[in-house]
């Protein structure tokens, strides 16, 4: 199973370093980068993806869960604080655990475990069906994997585009993608995700997919070289 990306958001550089240590021990995580505050976090995610965040709540310039908030499309969230009081809000804004400060390790493996565990089991359910049914105008549609040709980011909406219609759906790319058969499917931009048996030519900046050309994120570029050299 393929690695499942992180960030750490965390402005004592201590406490960071313990984050990067647990991580660099657990096989399937992977450390994308290390953030001092939540603004510098953003300008990141606005090119790039991350499975996971590491988010701390008191942190300079924006508040974590004030961050959090405004990301219309988040990753899958595990706060770090030295402060309790914080978790029913936490939770209230989906994230998958609350670790207190300082984290033990063995508390931190039961953390991560809990997102291995919910990637396994969607990869797991896409492998047995080859559609899924989504929420298209108050009913749900059945959309096959092999007429989807790309998703496209509309805020809090996604555009389905496929070989025979289009679809709107109020859903975030990265629900979507946690939808779609990754042997199949690949995000090349923050709002973008493609067929890969639908692309007909790429360069560094595009791909093109049936006659579409679709931007290629700046943090994207060695993903999508990889994957179509093989």
């Not at 989504?134 to 092999?146: A, E, G, P, R, T």
Request: hydrophobic share 45%; net charge neutral; proline share 4%.
């Amino acid at each position: 199973m393929s690695k499942l990306t992180c960030i750490i958001i965390e402005d004592e550089p201590l406490a960071a370093k313990v984050l990067s240590d647990y991580i660099q021990q657990v096989p399937f995580l992977e450390l994308q980068g290390t953030f001092k505050d939540a603004i510098l976090a953003t300008e990141y995610l606005r090119d790039n993806s991350a499975d996971l965040m590491f988010l701390d709540i008191h942190l300079p310039k924006l508040k974590g869960m004030a961050f959090l908030k405004t990301l219309s499309q988040p990753p899958a969230v595990i706060i770090t604080t030295a402060y309790h009081q914080y978790a029913v809000e936490g939770f209230a804004l989906n994230v998958t655990d609350y670790l207190l400060k300082p984290i033990e390790f063995e508390r931190f493996l039961v953390a991560v475990n809990k997102i291995r565990v919910k990637n396994t089991e969607n990869i797991r359910a896409q492998e047995i069906k080859d559609f899924i049914f989504l929420n298209i105008q108050k009913k749900k549609v059945k959309i096959q994997f092999s007429d989807i040709v790309y998703i496209e980011s509309q805020r809090e909406y996604i555009r389905i585009v496929t070989t025979k219609n289009e679809f709107i759906s109020k859903m975030s790319t990265h629900e979507m993608e946690d939808l779609l058969p990754p042997k199949l499917f690949k995000r090349i931009h923050r709002s973008f995700i493609v067929s890969i048996g639908k692309i007909e030519s790429y360069s560094a900046e595009m791909v093109e997919v049936n006659g579409v050309s679709i931007p290629i994120g700046r943090g994207y570029r060695d993903v999508i070289e990889d994957l179509l050299s093989r």
